[in-house]
């Protein structure tokens, strides 16, 4: 192959596998406001959440961050779970106009108290694998970015089969067309709306896990992937699932042929300038209301 | 009509299964029900009737728990339902088909039914009433695949009637059913609810087509600005000369 082609394919495949990381920390958050018509300004943040909990576990107890997964998923989940119950069900009828400041208030809590707990030094876990790199057809693909993606493919595998394949997932998605016809089947949605809360927080939180072998970590590293995830969902369309996918994958392809074509210094904005030409031409996103909802 | 008619007080049986005592409903500052007393006997179609803002809706709403009354009582059997939410009170046996059908529109027919039946006390009999449903909608059953938002409006009314009966219910709240849908299609719907007493259902409804209901149901109230007028046999209110006056237009 010559050096021209390999290089963009290398770029593409660079790229399709960020876009997977964007992709799970975008679905987090089209799935929340999908049911709750909240845009959860915190997303990012419990992302770094994500990635302090696998430091921490990391330099206390030596657990491979792969295996901490185990443990951050579930803590994810259930401080995703409580933060709907205590803080954002109390706004009641003002949720969807308070919900910005609380969720923001909220982010800004999180990353000062990371800030407290581990300092504002850049950390970084060392295992053997975080540059470990292999050749497939002559593109060069690192392992953990390659773990990354197939995090992503099987967490959103999971998510799928959870809202398609249960009860509680047709509730879901019962709660997100229509909360009223959902409560009154006999579903109590205040409870599925603090499930759904506790999946879209445990997802940014996996991100997260999987991004700390490739990324240092600080306590407001998650500000940049707000707003990633923010841009990813208006791509996709807010609240539609499979936009959110294909918006992360577009995204990280952009961010990458950018760097790579362009200037790497730019990186961040190429995926705003697109953004922005998404919202001045289809505001309704890439794909609209022609696909499937939640 | 501009007499307010003093409303005898419902004589209460061992039969009532649903019953309304000195409702007062406000929405904010603005009261909307006064001291409205209505009851439901076990296996009776009644009708509440009345024009737009006269608070029929508001009482349905207190019913299933969307709505706090300020004061009096809203019972099923002996379960007070004033103040409990939505999902505890389908959970009791009173299913609600809500006004404007609050579909899943997105879901399809057969997945909106099976939502019907998303209370853990119906899902083992879920074959079964899924199959009752069909044979009581044969329609449906043609339909079953398609996305709810795709139906006519009167499909879409039988979906919601469908998903009800999922819930094994004892009463059937019925808000607007005939409200955007074409006369025909008025009377077909209408039809259907009269021959829901076949399945041993008791059923409350609110409407707004006074005609139509007082021709389906065994007895009815009547509301004018959040007070009840009048209350009887749906056929002598039919023959009432100050109702037909008033609301059937002769």
């Known amino acids: 192959m010559d050096p021209n082609t390999l290089a963009l394919f290398q770029t593409l495949a660079q790229g399709l596998l960020t876009g997977g990381i964007y992709a799970l920390i975008g679905t987090g958050l089209s799935l929340i406001f999908g049911v709750m018509r909240v845009i959860n300004f915190a997303h990012g943040d419990f992302l770094a959440v994500g990635m302090f909990i696998a430091l921490f576990l990391f330099q206390r107890f030596h657990l491979d961050p792969y295996l901490s997964l185990l443990i951050a998923a579930p803590l994810g989940f259930g401080l995703g779970y409580l933060v709907q119950r205590f803080l954002l069900a109390r706004l009641g009828d003002r949720l969807e106009s308070s919900s910005l400041l609380a969720t923001l208030g909220l982010g800004l809590i999180l990353s000062n108290g990371l800030l407290l707990g581990f300092g504002a030094q850049p950390q970084s876990i060392n295992v053997a694998y975080a540059t470990q790199t292999f050749k497939l057809g002559g593109v060069q693909i690192s392992l953990p970015l390659l773990v990354a993606g197939l995090g992503t493919l099987l967490a959103i595998g999971l998510l799928n089969l959870f809202l398609y394949r249960t009860e509680l997932g047709r509730a879901v998605r019962a709660t997100a067309q229509n909360p009223l016809g959902a409560e009154l089947q006999g579903v109590n949605t205040t409870w599925v709306q603090a499930v759904v809360f506790g999946l879209g927080v445990a997802f940014a939180v996996v991100a997260g896990v999987l991004l700390l072998p490739l990324l240092y970590a600080f306590p407001t590293v998650g500000e940049n992937y707000t707003l990633k995830a923010f841009v990813v969902t208006v791509l996709g369309g807010l609240g539609n699932l499979p936009g959110a996918i294909v918006g992360g994958l577009i995204l990280g392809i952009i961010e990458s042929l950018g760097a790579y074509y362009l200037s790497n210094n730019y990186r961040d904005a190429y995926g705003l300038v697109v953004f922005l030409a998404v919202l001045l031409l289809r505001p309704e996103g890439l794909f609209g209301r022609t696909v499937k909802r939640v | ?72 009582a809203a019972q099923y059997r002996d379960h007070n339902l004033n103040g409990v939410p939505p999902y505890r009170i389908t959970e009791l046996g009173v299913a609600h088909v809500p006004m404007g059908r609050q579909l899943f529109g997105q879901m399809t027919v057969e997945e909106n039914l099976l939502m019907g039946a998303y209370l853990p006390r119906t899902r083992e009999r879920r074959p079964q009433n899924l199959q009752r449903v069909y044979d009581f909608f044969p329609r449906l059953k043609e339909k079953r695949a398609s996305p709810a938002a795709a139906l006519s409006g009167g499909e879409q009314q039988m979906v919601a009637i469908g998903r009800a009966l999922m819930s094994e219910p004892e009463v059937l709240l019925m808000d607007e059913p005939s409200l955007g849908l074409a006369p025909l299609v008025v009377k077909e719907v209408m039809r259907v609810i009269g021959s829901l007493r076949q399945l041993g259902l008791t059923v409350l409804l609110v409407e707004q087509n006074v005609r139509q209901v007082l021709k389906v149901t065994d007895r009815a109230y009547v509301l004018e600005l959040g007070s009840l007028v009048r209350e009887g046999p749906s056929a002598d209110l039919l023959d009432d000369p100050e109702i037909r006056r008033a609301y059937l237009g002769v």
């Not at chain 2, 309304?20 to 209505?38: C, I, K, N, T, W």
């Not at chain 2, 009644?46 to 009096?72: D, E």
């Open chain 2, 1 to 72: 009509m501009t007499e307010r008619t003093k409303v005898a007080q419902p004589v209460s049986g061992d039969a009532e299964v649903l019953s309304v005592r000195d409702l007062d409903v406000a929405y904010g500052e603005v009261q909307v029900v006064f001291g409205v007393s209505l009851h439901v006997a076990k296996g009776e179609l009644v009708g509440l009737v009345g024009g737009n803002g006269s608070g029929k809706s508001t009482i349905l709403r207190v019913l299933s728990g969307m709505l706090r009354a300020r004061g009096g």
